[in-house]
C-alpha cells in the first residue's frame, strides 16, 4: 500500500521529514512534548507541529542536567537537542503534565540557545467548571504568545480551518481504529504505530490524503482478512518503538486497541462548533481519556479502561511504561485490580528508549498469550 509506505517512511525519520518541510515551506517548525499541546493553535499559525519522541542514541551530554532515573524521554530529547538533531526547531511548546516534563522546560530554557520556549500551564483537575475557564483562558494566552514569538498573526479563520482539518484527521484515524477492532490483523502493529507518530510529526494536509488513502485500501482489503489467534489491548504513555508491536504480534496475538497518549488518546474526541472556537477547544482536551498527570475522579481511569477493554473484545491488557515514568506507576496497581475483578488478565512491562531488551520482551509476550 503506498500510503501506509509514505506514512512508515515518515514515522522512520520525523526530523529528516521536518528538515525538508521547512526548506520547502520556508515556516517554523513547533516541538512539543505532549498530547496536551494544543496542536491546532500551532498549526494556525502555519507552523509544523512536531513531537518529540526522544531517540535510541546513548545519552552522554544530558546526563549532566538530569538525574538518571528521570524517565528515558526527558533525557533523551534533551540529548538530541545538545547534539543538534533537533536543531530544526523554531520553538517548543512545554505543556506542564508530570514533573518531569516540568523541570525539564526549565533545564530547556537555560542550557538551549535554539528557538523560543514557551511554557503551557494547565489544570490539574479536569472535571469541573472552573478549570474548564481556565483552560480556555490558558489557550488565548497561547495564541497570544505565539503570535509574538512568530512574528505573524493567528486569525480566527485560521483556527477554525486548522480544527476543520484535525477533525477531519482524527475522524479518519478512529475509522481504522475501529476497523482494528473488528478485523484484527488487518493492519499490523507497525503499521498503526507508524500511523499514531506520523500523524504527529508530518503536514497535516499531507497526512490526511495519506491517511484516507489508507483508509479506503484497508476498506477494500478488510473481507478477505481473516484472524484466529488473541486479541490484546495497550495501555499505558508515548510508545516509540515499533519493536515492541511487532514482538507482541510475533507471539501470536493482534492489537486490536490502545489508550496510548501516542495512539488512541492523541486522536479522540471531535471539537465542536461553538462561537468561541478557543473555548471549544479547550473543551475537547479536557473532555478526552486524561492521563495520569490529569484528575476527573477517584477511579476514572480504570473505569475508563475496563470500558474499552470490553468494546475492544481483548482477551489482556499490555501496560507499556516507560521506566520511573511515576505517574502510569502509582496508577498501575488499582487499574490491574479493576481489570482483574473483570476477569481481564495483563502484563506490565518497563522499557527505555535507549536500550535493547526486544527478546526479553519477546519471551514475557509470548508466555502472556500462552496463559490466554
Not at 156 to 167: F, H, K, M, P
Amino acid at each position: 500500500m503506498k500510503s501506509l509506505d509514505r506514512i512508515k517512511k515518515v514515522a522512520a525519520n520525523p526530523a529528516a521529514y521536518a528538515r525538508q518541510w521547512k526548506q520547502d515551506h520556508n515556516a517554523p517548525v513547533v516541538g512539543s512534548f505532549c498530547s496536551y499541546a494544543p496542536e491546532e493553535i500551532i498549526l494556525a499559525s502555519g507552523s509544523l507541529g512536531f513531537r518529540i519522541f526522544g531517540s535510541d542514541r546513548t545519552v552522554s551530554k544530558a546526563d549532566g542536567h538530569l538525574q538518571s532515573y528521570c524517565c528515558s524521554l526527558v533525557r533523551n530529547a534533551l540529548e538530541s537537542q545538545l547534539t543538534g538533531d533537533l536543531d530544526f526547531l523554531d520553538g517548543v511548546v512545554f505543556p506542564h503534565t508530570c514533573d518531569s516534563i516540568q523541570r525539564l522546560s526549565d533545564i530547556w530554557r537555560i542550557n538551549v540557545n535554539i528557538g523560543f520556549h514557551a511554557d503551557l500551564v494547565l489544570p490539574v483537575k479536569l472535571d469541573t467548571e472552573s478549570a474548564r475557564d481556565y483552560m480556555a483562558d490558558v489557550f488565548v494566552k497561547v495564541r497570544r504568545d505565539l503570535e509574538k514569538k512568530l512574528g505573524k498573526p493567528i486569525t480566527d479563520t485560521d483556527i477554525q480551518s486548522a480544527v476543520d482539518l484535525c477533525n477531519r484527521i482524527r475522524q479518519t484515524v478512529r475509522r481504522i481504529n475501529e476497523m482494528r477492532i473488528s478485523q484484527p490483523g488487518l493492519l499490523s502493529g507497525k503499521g498503526t504505530h507508524a500511523v499514531a507518530k506520523a500523524g504527529m510529526v508530518m503536514d497535516r494536509k499531507e497526512f490526511f490524503q495519506s491517511v484516507q488513502d489508507l483508509a479506503t485500501e484497508l476498506e477494500e482489503k478488510g473481507a478477505a482478512t481473516r484472524f484466529s489467534g488473541k486479541r490484546v489491548f495497550l495501555s499505558g504513555g508515548l510508545c516509540s518503538m515499533p519493536d515492541v508491536y511487532a514482538a507482541i504480534e510475533e507471539s501470536g496475538c493482534a492489537i486490536v486497541a490502545d489508550d496510548l497518549c501516542t495512539g488512541s488518546r492523541f486522536y479522540e474526541g471531535d471539537i465542536t462548533q461553538q462561537t468561541d472556537t478557543l473555548r471549544a477547544i479547550s473543551d475537547r482536551y479536557a473532555g478526552r481519556l486524561i492521563c495520569p498527570a490529569k484528575h476527573s475522579g477517584i477511579r476514572s481511569r480504570g473505569e475508563e479502561l475496563v470500558k474499552r477493554v470490553k468494546k475492544s473484545g481483548a482477551d489482556g491488557v499490555i501496560f507499556l511504561y516507560l521506566k520511573f515514568c511515576d505517574p502510569h506507576s502509582f496508577d498501575y496497581p488499582y487499574l490491574k485490580e479493576m481489570l482483574g475483578r473483570e476477569g481481564v488478565p495483563c502484563l506490565l512491562y518497563e522499557m527505555e528508549a535507549q536500550t535493547g531488551g526486544e527478546g526479553q520482551f519477546r519471551t514475557r509476550c509470548e508466555a502472556f498469550v500462552e496463559m490466554l
